[in-house]
């Protein structure tokens, strides 16, 4: 059933996926629905993503040998997450597609390069600069005026390796409490809304966006995500515009989230990309025509992209931690969709699943629906 064409894969091909966690576990399960096979590559054996999937290759991102036999067993790769070393890719592209590419990829794992890409395209960001050591720190504060907020420029996700920066902070302490020997400043930015949208590009360069969503954090790490986000028409369809240029410019076939800040004047600024399927998508699940991952697998196949008609407003809760442990009330209620991650450790601050709440359209317009 494979495509004659040689750029696109049918049902029947086989999926490389690097990356063993829950993003990775999602899509598998949108590609087996539409007949595809999934090969996980990951340094540890029985991830999420491998107990449903038709194999798996247990090896560092960094073994080329390893790497040779994965590129053998699948017809396309692609990578659930960031930290997958660009050399990699450019090693399985001497033997397979791999989409998105590696500049999605340079460009999404390294902060100074994500932004200085960013601003070359016209995109809103926050004032920043790059600080080696405590001194450039001084400089640069000195410059942005605090608060502003330290991050490393690699690895930093869910709040980790990003530093609070007060008028009284202790500048040099703040360096050594990101962790790291790069990083790079970031002015704050006084926001009303974190947001963020989703699109998918195929082969073709054609796109299509879902909904913007808007997001709240806990702990730096995303706790529910509303849809629709609560802003103006032109708000939404500039985040829509803005994703398009980046995907555009990046040549990217696949999935790009695009996280954003929305400021008390409505105005946007791009915080950072994700070329890959996003926490905030997983509301797509079950309250559009075409979810996420599986329009991320039809982007890297080659195949047409689905609609992305929202049939119902969505409150998507993540269960991080111990609050996996109410999976059973869940259950029991027949709006929410319960969808658990295969992790056998419910450890502080670890994803373990999450809830999506389906509501009538319009409904989340009211507080009290969320």
């Avoid at 991320?296 to 996996?324: H, K, W």
Wanted: net charge negative; charged share 25%; aromatic share 6%.
């Amino acid at each position: 059933m494979a495509d004659h064409d040689t750029s696109k894969f049918g049902p029947g091909s086989v999926i490389g996926i690097l990356g063993g966690g829950q993003l990775g576990r999602m899509t598998a399960l949108a590609a087996a629905r539409l007949g595809y096979r999934c090969q996980i590559f990951a340094p540890e054996s029985g991830g999420p993503a491998s107990q449903v999937s038709a194999g798996e290759t247990i090896a560092q991102y960094d073994d080329l040998d390893a790497l040779a036999r994965f590129a053998e067993a699948v017809d396309v790769a692609t990578f659930e997450f960031e930290n997958v070393p660009v050399a990699s890719v450019e090693r399985l592209l001497q033997s397979v597609p791999v989409r998105p590419g590696p500049k999605a990829l340079a460009v999404a794992q390294d902060r100074l390069v994500e932004k200085s890409f960013l601003r070359s395209i016209d995109i809103p960001t926050a004032p920043f600069y790059e600080v080696n050591n405590a001194s450039e720190l001084q400089a640069s504060v000195g410059e942005l005026s605090a608060p502003a907020v330290l991050k490393t420029v690699r690895l930093g996700y869910d709040g980790k390796g990003q530093v609070l920066i007060q008028p009284d902070s202790n500048l040099s302490d703040a360096f050594l409490e990101m962790g790291a020997d790069r990083g790079v400043l970031e002015k704050w930015i006084d926001f009303r809304m974190e947001m963020s949208v989703i699109l998918a590009r195929g082969i073709d360069g054609k796109t299509v966006t879902f909904d913007p969503a808007e997001n709240r954090h806990k702990h730096h790490i995303l706790d529910t995500t509303i849809v629709p986000a609560r802003v103006p028409g032109s708000v939404a369809e500039e985040a829509r515009a803005l994703a398009e240029r980046i995907a555009d410019a990046l040549g990217l076939v696949g999935l790009l989230a695009v996280e954003l800040f929305v400021t008390h004047d409505d105005n946007i600024i791009v915080n950072e990309i994700a070329p890959r399927p996003h926490n905030s998508g997983h509301w797509t699940m079950n309250a559009c025509d075409t979810c996420q991952f599986e329009q991320f697998v039809r982007a890297i196949c080659g195949q047409p992209l689905g609609s992305t008609n929202r049939y119902a407003d969505a409150v998507m809760t993540n269960l991080v931690g111990e609050g996996v442990n109410d999976w059973k009330k869940a259950l029991r209620q027949p709006d929410l969709h319960l969808h658990l991650y295969g992790k056998d450790e419910a450890r502080a601050g670890r994803k373990m699943g999450h809830v999506n709440r389906i509501l009538s359209l319009g409904a989340v317009a009211d507080d009290s629906e969320i």
